[in-house]
């Protein structure tokens, strides 16, 4: 049986251009400025091995920024960004582009099938992402598994075809054909240009582009665990919170992704004022849906303990995403 959502205020829902600024400000500055500083620390004459090992948490740090810009396109298709559902795509199509490989638009479609079928057998990330068990198989290969879909998905689309989904995202074939050529232009022009400065500045190419791109692989290939691996079915229970501040800068918001199931439309930088409000009205107090305040918990739920697994035999009928 459907849950009763608490009703959240209209104004958590409306977008903002500043914030939408603030969000793409804040994701550079996460990935640069580690960069920066692992710049600064290889000029030092430190052993090497004490280089590399400071440099871990640094590359960790500006993965996460990465990673938050290649979520802007999720932002973007879940109409966050602007108020016009067609500018905010374009948006999330132009800053996610910014990460090479990020095809917001094939992950949109796939997306959209997801939030209606959680857990289900029509639900792809279960497709995708059953199949690494192991903690190092989601580190290296869940996110280059994904990716590949995501790339296929828009491909497909940008010549017109029909991806089969049964769950239609809301804007026409041609509409969907025109931010899959706009997706892929824009993923040209990002790998022209990140290619012609490997070229010319390869050191700055190596510092400022690739460290993070390893660090978005790693984060991208355990997020999904994180976020539904050992859950169960429908709204409130299909999806996981982890509310630790420290997983709140790294991911600005979205780690709060039992909200993002509960309120999709609302941009993940304010999801922990609604997680607030969900705490105000006891809406976790029966401790069967999953929260995690912990910090070092999520690094359990990416372990092969907690399987992304579909937990029904059949399709739900009840349609709880609701937002075509």
């Known amino acids: 049986m459907p849950i009763v959502k608490p009703v959240i205020p209209e104004y958590l829902y409306r977008p903002s251009a500043w914030e939408t600024l603030l969000y793409v400000v804040y994701g550079l500055a996460l990935s640069l400025i580690p960069c920066n500083a692992i710049g600064l620390l290889f000029e030092t004459s430190s052993p090497m091995a004490f280089k590399i090992v400071l440099s871990l948490p640094c590359m960790v740090v500006a993965g996460y920024g990465g ?3 290649a979520v802007a396109g999720h932002e973007g298709f879940h109409f966050t960004l602007h108020a016009n559902r067609r500018v905010s795509g374009a948006l999330g ?3 996610s582009s910014l990460v090479p490989g990020a095809f917001a638009v094939g992950f949109f479609a796939s997306h959209w099938e997801h939030h209606r079928y959680t857990n289900q057998p029509s639900d792809p990330d279960c497709k995708t992402f059953s199949r690494f068990r192991t903690f190092f198989q989601r580190l290296f290969l869940a996110r280059l598994a994904a990716n590949r879909n995501y790339l296929r998905y828009t491909l497909a689309m940008a010549a017109g075809r029909d991806l089969g989904f049964k769950y239609k995202p809301p804007f026409s074939r041609s509409e969907m054909q025109a931010f899959a050529l706009f997706n892929v232009g824009c993923q ?3 790998v022209t240009c990140f290619s012609l ?18 660090g978005i692989i790693f984060i991208g290939g355990l ?11 429908g709204l409130g229970y299909d999806s996981r919170t982890n509310s630790s501040v420290f997983w709140t800068l790294l991911q600005a918001g979205s780690n709060y992704h039992n909200e993002h ?7 993940c930088w304010r999801l922990p004022q609604v997680h607030q409000i ?3 009205e006891d809406f976790y107090k029966g401790g069967d849906m999953c929260l995690e305040p912990r910090f070092w918990a999520v690094f359990m739920q990416a372990s092969s303990a907690y ?6 035999e059949s399709d739900s009928d009840i349609d709880e995403f609701n937002e075509a």
């Open 67 to 69: 990673f938050m810009l």
């Open 93 to 95: 199509v132009m800053i």
């Open 188 to 190: 040209v022009l990002v």
């Open 197 to 214: 400065l490997a070229w010319v500045h390869p050191y700055v190419f190596l510092q400022y582009v690739a460290v993070p791109m390893v």
């Open 223 to 233: 997020s999904p665990y994180q976020m539904h691996a050992g859950t169960g079915m």
């Open 261 to 267: 199931h509960l309120y999709p439309r609302v941009p």
């Open 278 to 280: 969900l705490l105000r």
């Open 307 to 312: 399987q992304l697994a579909i937990t029904v």
